[in-house]
């Protein structure tokens, strides 16, 4: 039994149907509130020096923070988020879906704390990785399906999916001109574990599709025997009356009646000697 199959069994009861929405909810209630002004949102952020103080809201509360500012590309982000979480779990699965969001938010608190245990600086974290990254995995589950990029610009999934670490390589390279390590590798650190949840949960996922070799086999049997079977009962032509088929007897000549109320065939001996079907 494979590991995501154990862990389904397991913890798939607990799993959130429809996550897809949460997310997007989380993330429109976070703009709704950063027109109030920062002070808000930054009583929001995560924090690792504020949460070690006591602030442990900040452990949830952050998922509501927006990454970045408003903008047309946000909205069609989101829109185009909304498309690849509701897909995706319904590929993956529930659990399986839950599962990688969640571990993608874990991952990034991981990465903040390891960054401020080892800078003793509060070095935050955000869900901008996190969209990406799922955006990722959608890209490159469904490689050759086309989207039209703002609507008239035909673009295969996996091209997406290429732009996408593109954009994600280029960011971990050109936050170093910021020239603050703690801040340069602080967002790194927060690319590597976003990355890495990516890999380790493609990783699983594939194993777990994997057919093992008794499987194929089982599979190639259960084929044959159909195969054999269909062979064995369907014949394209076949007697009503002796029940002879042309695969049995293929020097028999078969024809239907005219004059019996349906599709009957008889073989040449009994053609003219049935009696009609009225």
């Known amino acids: 039994m494979k590991f995501l199959t154990k862990l389904e069994r397991k913890f798939g ?3 959130i149907p429809n996550l897809t929405n949460y997310v997007i909810g989380c993330a429109v209630i976070g703009y709704v509130l950063s027109l109030f002004g920062d ?3 930054n009583y929001m952020q ?4 504020m949460i070690m103080m006591g602030q442990v809201w900040r452990l949830v509360t952050w998922i509501i923070c927006p990454p970045t500012e408003l903008s047309f590309f946000v909205i069609f982000t989101l829109f185009l988020y909304y498309h690849a979480g509701r ?3 319904y590929v ?3 659990f399986n879906y839950n599962l990688y969001i969640f571990s993608g938010l874990l991952f990034n608190i991981i990465g903040s704390l390891v960054m401020y245990f080892i800078t003793d600086l509060p070095i935050g974290t955000g869900t901008y990785y ?3 990254t799922t955006l990722l995995a959608y890209f490159f589950t469904f490689p050759e399906m086309e989207i039209h990029f703002y609507f008239f610009i035909p673009i295969k999934m996996k091209w997406m999916g290429y732009i996408d670490l593109a954009l994600i390589a280029l960011s971990f390279y050109r936050i170093g001109s910021i020239g603050i ?3 340069v590798w602080g967002v790194r650190m927060q690319i590597i574990f976003a990355m890495l949840n990516f890999f380790i949960f493609m990783i699983l996922l594939k194993n777990s599709r994997k057919i093992t070799r008794m499987e194929k086999k089982n599979q190639k049997n259960f084929k044959s025997q159909v195969r054999e079977q269909m062979r064995k009962s369907i014949s394209v032509h076949r007697c009503a009356v002796c029940g002879r088929t042309k695969d049995e007897y293929p020097e028999l000549e078969f024809r239907f009646c005219s ?4 599709n009957y065939e008889y073989c040449q001996d009994h053609l003219f000697t049935h009696s009609h079907v009225k």
């Open 13 to 15: 009861k607990y799993a």
């Open 39 to 41: 002070s808000l949102i």
């Open 46 to 49: 995560f924090n690792p020096k």
């Open 87 to 89: 897909n995706l779990e």
């Open 92 to 94: 993956w699965g529930t």
């Open 130 to 132: 996190m969209y990406l």
């Open 181 to 183: 390590p703690f801040l």
């Open 259 to 262: 004059k019996c109320k349906g």
